[in-house]
């Protein structure tokens, strides 16, 4: 058994990305059922001048792999820097040309810092099957609010937040005001195409996902390529096919799989063993009428003995207590 | 009502098991890779609870322990009785003295049904035992 993590870094060798190398390293050594938080060290230049701030996502959609929240900033007056490293839309990219941007991004770390937040597939179904329901807008903007406050708090002296849209925009920018009163925000659809810094943003998330996808490695100690589970997304053949090959009839999927999915819930339906989750059923059943319960009409009937039912005292019902034998 | 023989095996008292109570059921009888997808993914939180997951839901547990004196067993009957009144055979297949007691997205606590009913054994001692006059 493993002890719960800590954000303390000793306990990791890779502490500072310095490459793709050293990117997937630091995913790797990390627990890949839990989040993973990374912000680079932050530029003079950065706490000395104004600074814009982009914060997109990647891999909302697939059914596979975490999801990554990435935010980069800069001076407002270096800004140039972001057309000169071709931030553009991230899905207007092939991989390579990512993650090319990417390196050249890290090269320029005097005047670009940037963060991640790596939601692991395991806490994504958490939150979404969890009592209260967290739902995944709000587990989004959980992550974006995490990624901002760090950027302030690493002492960068942000001016203007630029955030992609998760669901309607006016509310979401609304709602980053109330946290972030003192600075201004602008919450847009298709943010990543519009604004170049949040297009640095989006391949930070973009190339890290990929990355972590690429060093997955199964806890259940499967041993299955990255190839092998292809994107993620439900219409991709490979990934059609993982799921039909990987499916364990008691747990289902490994903790890659986002089993919140309806993509998953369905192929799960049609393959594993049917599973009946006990609190689930009884909420359901709260609104029924009670059992037992004597009808009126019953009182009207001749019936020479009145059957009697021994009942067990309310202690042993609650402890869900029954006579088996008779002694 | 029926009676129940109960027939240990000799080497019983061997075997120690790991059992863990869930919050749900799996509509099969089988063997389960529980090493492999569930007991590798367990951790301790801060609060000395565990933690782990089962399709995606989020589960706590905690160990509870089989109270002093007394030993758990895990039975199996090969014939499954037809009528209630019928004898039935029980065979010992593992004793256990723990149970990794597990809930859906909730703490374990007093109000879980293992818990209270392992309450009753204490209770039924205090009220079967002879009175003694002071």
Known sequence: ?327 | MATIHIHPKAQFAKKNSKLQSMPFKVHADCDANVEQYFNSYVKTTKDNYFKSSFRGYPLLGKEVPVPDGYVGLVLHESIKPITEKEERKLRITNTFSNITFWNWDKVPSKNDSIIKALEWIEIAEVLHSPIVEE
């Open chain 1, 1 to 327: 058994m493993a002890e719960c993590d800590g954000k303390s870094s000793p306990k990791f060798k890779t502490n500072v990305i310095k490459s793709l190398d050293t990117l997937e390293s630091y995913i790797s050594e990390r627990d890949n059922s839990e989040d993973v938080f990374y912000l680079s060290p932050v530029p003079d230049l950065c706490k000395e001048y104004p600074c814009i701030l982009g914060i997109d996502e990647a891999g909302r959609g697939p059914v596979l792999g975490p999801m990554v929240y990435g935010t980069s900033f800069c001076p407002i007056n270096e800004q140039m820097i972001l057309h000169k490293l071709e931030c553009a839309d991230s899905k207007q990219l092939n991989e390579e040309k990512r993650d090319d941007i990417f390196k050249n991004m890290l090269e320029n770390s005097d005047k670009i810092a940037w963060g991640i937040e790596v939601i692991s597939p395991n806490s994504i179904c958490n939150s979404m099957l969890s009592r209260s329901k967290y739902s995944l807008n709000q587990v989004s903007m959980d992550a974006a609010i995490k990624l901002i406050r760090a950027a302030i708090d690493s002492g960068a002296k942000i001016q203007h937040i630029f955030v992609d849209t998760v669901g309607k925009p006016e509310k979401y920018q609304a709602y980053l005001k109330t946290i972030f009163p003192s600075y201004e925000i602008t919450v847009a659809k298709k943010a990543d195409s519009t604004y170049p810094i949040v297009s640095a943003a989006s391949i930070c998330a973009k190339v890290s996902r990929d990355h972590a996808l690429r060093v997955w490695e199964f806890t259940e100690g499967l041993e299955i390529k990255s190839e092998e589970f292809g994107s993620g997304y439900p219409g991709d053949p490979v990934t059609k096919k993982f799921l039909v090959d990987s499916c364990d009839l008691v747990f289902g999927y490994p903790q890659l799989v986002r089993f919140s999915w309806s993509t998953a819930e369905n192929a799960l339906k049609d393959t594993a063993y049917h599973v009946e989750f006990e609190e689930i059923e009884k909420q359901d059943k709260k609104d029924a009428p009670p059992a037992n319960n004597t009808s009126i009409t019953s009182f009207f009937k001749m019936t020479s003995k009145p059957s009697i039912v021994k009942k067990e005292h309310e202690f042993f019902a609650r402890r869900c207590l029954t006579r088996k034998v008779e002694f």
